[in-house]
């Protein structure tokens, strides 16, 4: 199992950028599919972006597409979420997770999870 934290988080007014970053510990941390998730008080946690182990290949949630960009430093052990364009319906508690399924981008699929970032956006 791999170990994760999650950084980043705070205030921000819509129309502004965050970047997320989340620092794993791990020998294996490029074999995993890594992934961001969000949660919002009164709704379920879903999806928001994932990356391939090696990094070339992306999903993203339709709500994201063309504001959030997932990427990974596997030297570094670190997967990033840039976030950009925020609007204030993207306000939520987002999670990093690792998953040994190849493109893996649900929940279920994701057996290591860090402890959360709360991303709060203003009107």
């Known amino acids: 199992q791999v170990q994760l934290v999650e950084s980043g988080g705070g205030l921000v007014q819509a129309g502004g950028s965050l970047r997320l970053s989340c620092a794993a510990s791990?020998?294996?941390?490029?074999?995993?599919?890594m992934g961001w998730f969000r949660q919002a008080p009164g709704k379920e946690r879903e999806s928001v972006a994932a990356?391939?182990?090696?990094?070339?290949?992306?999903y993203y949630w339709d709500s994201v597409k063309g504001r959030f960009t997932i990427s990974r430093a596997n030297a570094k052990n670190t997967v990033y979420l840039q976030m950009d364009s925020l609007k204030p319906e993207d306000t939520a508690v987002y999670y990093c997770?690792?998953?040994?399924?190849?493109?893996?981008?649900?929940?279920?699929?994701?057996?290591?999870w860090g402890q959360g970032t709360q991303v709060t956006v203003s009107s």
């Open positions: 997770a690792a998953s040994d399924y190849r493109m893996a981008h649900t929940p279920d699929l994701f057996a290591s």
């Open positions: 791990g020998r294996t941390f490029s074999s995993y599919t």
């Open positions: 990356i391939s182990g090696g990094g070339g290949s992306t």
